[in-house]
């Protein structure tokens, strides 16, 4: 199989993972970044690529066909659109906009030009929440009620950017993708208690059209790292937490029901508790490969990118719920 040629924009500590992985999958001709430290950092590790500040230099190259964005979020949209107008494929960090509009317009013109958008929200592509998923479509839980996910931890603590934005778009892209539908509710809470303006923990509730509901605690000023999504369906439950080294899945034959002998009152049910096997395999590997299938036409290259734009969308009501909320 012919690799697919990419030049990379960003090379952060995030972006330094998404080049290893593009550089042993693909060939990665450009790296750019405006820090010549970096280029001196991390050069060896990628002998093959040429090195520039200028962004121009990948999108002249017809070589390339893909563009990794690895950024800081408010460049995502500009680059991203840029990349796409030059005719490449777009691989561009979580989220790929701050707002809606610009995000839509990312996915129109990926869909009249016929290319790969898609947004790296990594956790979709855990083999966790790929079980977790399965499970939610079988049927084995029952009809799922309600779903909540707690992303917490002691720093890192942000100046520019509060909880919603910096770890909420995870745990929203995994709900919007287990319940797959848009919510038609949404509000939330936050409190900025170390820099004024920036809500260094929040609290979200959305509620979607078949009447499930979620809800996301997002901090970085608690005592526990949690990285946790729980989904709780009228037959079974079932956790998904990250931060298990082996037991990354786990399902309660737990749920309520009514007694045919009582007047309708309810009980619990009580049953075995299970620890399905979920693969080792690296999560960002994945998603790096599943861009590159995307490239050479395997599967809906739209797909990802609308994804993406439903999580924008939700993200930029929920950050006006903040902001109301704020102004009381």
């Not at 290893?20 to 010549?36: M, P, Q, S, T, Y």
Request: hydrophobic residues 40%.
């Amino acid at each position: 199989m012919e690799a697919v040629t990419l030049g990379q924009i960003g090379l952060g500590p995030w972006g330094t993972n998404l080049a290893r992985n593009f550089n042993e999958l693909a060939r990665l001709k450009w790296i750019c970044d405006v820090d010549g430290k970096a280029h001196a950092r991390v050069g060896s590790r990628f002998p093959s690529t040429t090195y520039t500040d200028q962004f121009d230099d990948l999108l002249d190259d017809d070589e390339v066909e893909g563009i990794i964005v690895a950024t800081p979020v408010p460049t995502h949209a500009e680059l991203a659109k840029r990349a796409l107008l030059a005719g490449k494929h777009v691989f561009v960090e979580k989220p790929m906009a701050l707002a809606n509009d610009d995000a839509a317009e990312l996915v129109t013109l990926a869909e009249a030009r016929a290319l790969t958008l898609m947004p790296g929200h990594l956790l979709l592509y855990h083999p966790g929440v790929v079980r977790l998923k399965e499970l939610v479509d079988s049927g084995e839980l029952g009809d799922v009620l309600y779903v909540y996910g707690n992303r917490q931890n002691l720093g890192t603590i942000r100046k520019d950017e509060n909880a919603l934005w910096s770890l909420g778009v995870h745990d929203l892209s995994v709900i919007l993708h287990l319940l797959g539908e848009e919510p038609i509710e949404l509000w939330s809470r936050g409190e900025s208690f170390l820099k004024d303006g920036v809500e260094d923990v929040v609290f979200c509730y959305l509620r979607f059209p078949s009447g499930k509901v979620a809800h996301m605690h997002l901090s970085w000023l608690d005592p526990h790292k949690m990285r946790r999504m729980t989904v709780v369906g009228s037959q079974k439950l079932a956790v998904f937490d990250d931060m298990e080294l082996d037991r990354k899945l786990t399902i309660y034959d737990k749920a309520a029901e009514q007694s045919a002998g009582t007047y309708g009152e309810w009980r619990t049910r009580t049953g075995d508790i299970s620890s399905p096997f979920v693969p080792n395999d690296e999560p960002l590997r994945i998603e790096c490969t599943r861009f590159l299938d995307l490239v050479r036409g395997d599967g809906d290259r739209i797909a990802p990118a609308r994804d993406g734009l439903a999580v924008v969308r939700a993200l930029e009501q929920l950050q006006a719920s903040l902001e109301s909320k704020r102004a009381t």
